[in-house]
């Protein structure tokens, strides 16, 4: 399994930016898609996740009411729309998947098995 994030660069505090990740090596459809990010000098951290429905989402405090996360099976790609960034959204994102079909996502990290390379993203103040 192959996980590819991309979208990321360097952003205003107040803009916007959306993630990409797209899958390849399975089936896209029936895995949930979590979202974690990495600042230097910190442990990655949970975003966001959505099922593999596409139909419910989680979201950490720091992302509620400014991201979301989203899928389009049919594109095998899932989304992290950022809206309202700050200088401490910066980091590398990731992306990453769990084994197990049609599982309840959760924001442990050690649930998802399967990780893309990360993107960097970059809020200037």
């Known amino acids: 399994v192959q996980l590819q994030a991309s979208g990321g660069g360097l952003v205003q505090a107040g803009g916007s930016l959306t993630l990409s990740c797209t899958a390849s090596?399975?089936?896209?459809?029936?895995?949930?898609v979590g979202w974690f990010r990495q600042a230097p000098g910190k442990a990655r951290e949970f975003v966001g996740t959505?099922?593999?429905?596409?139909?419910?989402?989680f979201y950490a405090d720091s992302a509620k009411g400014r991201f979301t996360v989203s899928r389009d099976n049919a594109k095998n790609t899932a989304y992290l729309q950022m809206n309202d960034v700050r200088p401490e959204d910066t980091a590398v994102y990731y992306c990453?998947?769990?084994?197990?079909?049609?599982?309840?996502?959760?924001?442990?990290?050690?649930?998802?098995?399967?990780w893309g390379q990360g993107t960097q993203v970059t809020v200037s103040s």
């Open positions: 990453a998947t769990p084994a197990e079909r049609h599982w309840t996502p959760t924001m442990a990290e050690r649930d998802y098995v399967y």
């Open positions: 959505v099922t593999w429905t596409g139909r419910t989402t």
């Open positions: 090596g399975r089936t896209f459809s029936p895995y949930a």
